[in-house]
């Protein structure tokens, strides 16, 4: 198939489709068709843009009988998690925006509140619809609205401890509440858990589906008695699957359960969630599915059924079309497994990112010294805290924006113990086209207040590689290593160290001290030497770890006017909040301005487009900083310390 073969009304029917009302008049033959066009659609647009591929192969079927059953927007649809939505937009008036999605002004890959009144909200951290769901269900019952509620928990989701909080409570309520169980087995990788073991086991099982339907085949042709029989061995199925897989745990919590169905047979999922709907109480509907359904490429990618191509793919092969170049990613997998071969006591944890997080490289090296625990980053924290207990010392690999959920458990249950525990937060900063939600802007701020931690922010593969091994070095409290999403700049040696801090530029005239932290190492340099054609010096450091502030850093400070630091990380709280609070204690009178993120909801763009609208582009801190020296020399006064402030529009 080419990528040129999707034509102007993107197939015969699905260019009918303009909302749930045009897929309840078709025929199970037009379905069928639809079915098709809808994954042949979906290859065409993400294979351009990158985006959440597998996950939405296989859930076609699935969306389609959600959407004949239920009255969306009137009965509320929730994804969970929202990636794999791209269905439901489908089929709510969104396929003109498929060609600009994940890209600025297009369509968000998760569902939007601001894009259709058939989103609610935007379930892009795993395992909360059922929370959602729970509090909806409680809202339209007391209001006495007739309203269905349905939570689509999958590709994972169940794997978090919320899903089960919510369970419970959902139980006590009884109100009516539809749970789709989108069972493939996976999160980003193969689904790991006791409760996921149980959902396989529940799955249609050659041990007895297959030998139900050759009882019924054979039964069928025999007169007479042949259909009755059929009957009484149907009516002890049950105790049959029981006795395989005891799926009375959803039943002894008070939840009705159905299952499991087919879930790319649409005329069975659609039978079962008209009689869900109709029951009137909590119900669960187990959908047995396969990632990346109906492409081959995808049904073939071992690792996580193209879960999310990051960027344009060859629809022939599923490859990505790009060069391949080396990513921060690659850099710590290559230096956790030399850690690894050299200390027996590292271990690895991840929480169902074990490809994404580089973690799957320490796996196949040592695999009895991964634990992958699902998605459940708040067990991730504690487990972790557990191994240190025992004498290891474990690297937990999470997205940036992920660890926000256990903040609790690194404070109290690592911090408070001073337990030797390094987080490695991939994808800090601005992420770009996953949105707000993903951004990893949050982390120095967040974690920056617990005590005992120390947080590093590598510049380039060469200090990423160094400061992992300083982490893992700490055996008396917990690390952080943080690093962007995409390629890796260049290496950028420094000048000189000053105890833990690189100089990375000087100048004869100490006007200026630009901390420019982890990856906006580079940016610190072009800044500097645009500000220097003004006839101003400036000194560049990389401060290498951010928490605590060195001390060092406070000297450095102390000889310059004016000291700006650029992170990319929200300005509340960072490190230049920080940087300055330190200044105030050690009475460093220097006036202090912080470029940063400012604390909001960013939309999703390119990490490039963002950074330029949000004035952190090196002619942005440049300007910036020209204006705000070249004011001290115009208004000559006493230096003294100024709270931390300033952004790019002062």
Not at 171 to 178: F, P, R
Not at 212 to 219: N, Q, R, S
Not at 403 to 418: E, G, P, S, T
Not at 587 to 609: F, I, M, S
Request: glycine share 10%; with cysteine.
């Amino acid at each position: 198939m080419s990528v040129d073969e999707d034509t102007a009304n993107h197939g015969r029917l699905l260019g009918t489709v303009r909302g749930p009302q045009d897929v309840k008049r078709m025929s199970a033959e037009q379905l069928d068709i639809l079915a098709a066009e809808i994954r042949d659609f979906l290859i065409a647009k993400v294979s351009r843009t990158g985006g959440h591929v597998g996950p939405n192969l296989g859930v076609v079927e699935l969306t389609l009988a959600m959407h004949r059953v239920f009255d969306s927007p009137r009965d509320r649809l929730l994804f969970d998690t929202g990636h794999q939505a791209y269905v439901h937009k489908i089929l709510t008036g969104r396929q003109d925006g498929f060609d600009r999605l994940r890209q600025r002004g297009g369509l968000s890959g998760y569902p939007s509140q601001a894009e259709s009144e058939h989103d609610l909200v935007e379930n892009s951290h795993a395992s909360t619809a059922l929370s959602y769901a729970d509090g909806l269900a409680k809202a339209y019952a007391l209001r006495g609205e007739q309203r269905s509620v349905v939570a689509v928990v999958g590709d994972g989701a169940l794997t978090g401890g919320m899903c089960w909080e919510a369970l419970n409570n959902i139980a006590t309520a009884g109100n009516s509440l539809v749970i789709v169980v989108n069972d493939n087995g996976r999160s980003y990788s193969p689904t790991i858990g006791g409760l996921a073991d149980h959902l396989s086991s529940l799955r249609l099982n050659p041990g007895y589906e297959k030998v139900l339907d050759t009882v019924k085949d054979a039964l069928g042709s025999t007169p007479l008695v042949g259909r009755p029989m059929y009957e009484v061995l149907h009516a002890v199925k049950k105790g049959i699957k029981d006795a395989v897989a005891p799926q009375a745990m959803f039943e002894d919590l008070g939840i009705k359960y159905v299952g499991p169905v087919d879930g790319h047979d649409l005329e069975a999922v659609e039978s079962a969630l008209r009689a869900a709907k109709n029951f009137g109480g909590p119900v669960i509907v187990h959908a047995v599915t396969r990632k990346g359904y109906g492409y081959r490429p995808a049904e073939e990618d071992e690792a996580d059924c193209l879960h999310g191509p990051g960027g344009a793919f060859d629809v022939e092969t599923g490859k990505l079309v790009a060069a391949p170049s080396v990513k921060w990613t690659h850099v710590f997998a290559d230096e956790l497994v030399a850690i690894a071969d050299e200390r027996p006591d590292v271990v690895g944890i991840t929480a169902a990112m074990a490809e994404p997080t580089g973690i799957a490289k320490l796996a196949r090296k040592h695999p009895g010294r991964v634990y992958d625990v699902g998605i459940a980053e708040q067990h991730a924290a504690t487990s972790a805290a557990g191994l240190a207990l025992g004498g290891l010392h474990p690297v937990v690999a999470v997205y940036a924006t992920f660890l926000n959920r256990a903040f609790d458990q690194v404070l109290l249950d690592v911090a408070m113990h001073k337990l030797p525990v390094t987080f490695v937060l991939d994808r800090a900063g601005i992420t770009g086209p996953d949105g707000p939600s993903h951004y990893g802007i949050w982390d120095m701020a967040v974690f920056g207040v617990v005590p005992g931690l120390r947080i590093a922010a590598p510049r380039d593969a060469a200090t990423l590689r160094e400061e992992l091994r300083e982490a893992v070095a700490v055996d008396d409290g917990p690390t952080i290593v943080r690093f962007p999403t995409g390629t890796v700049a260049a290496d950028l040696p420094a000048l000189r160290r000053v105890g833990p801090v690189d100089v990375l530029a000087e100048s004869p005239r100490t006007d200026v001290l630009l901390v420019a932290v982890g990856s906006f190492g580079h940016l610190g340099m072009e800044v500097a030497a645009r500000v220097a054609e003004q006839g101003y010096g400036v000194t560049v450091v990389d401060p290498r770890w951010v928490r605590p502030v060195p001390a060092e850093l406070l000297e450095l400070a102390a000889g310059h006017r004016l000291v700006v630091t650029v992170e990319d990380g929200v300005r509340v709280g960072g490190v230049g909040d920080a940087l300055a609070q330190a200044m105030r204690d050690a009475d460093v009178r220097v006036p202090l301005r912080d470029l940063g993120v400012p604390a909001d909801w960013h939309p999703h763009g390119t990490r490039a487009q963002i950074l330029a609208d949000l004035g952190l582009t090196a002619q942005d801190v440049a300007r910036d900083v020209t204006g705000w020296i070249s004011r001290l020399d115009a208004e000559p006064v006493e230096p003294v310390s100024l709270p931390a402030g300033g952004s790019a529009q002062n």
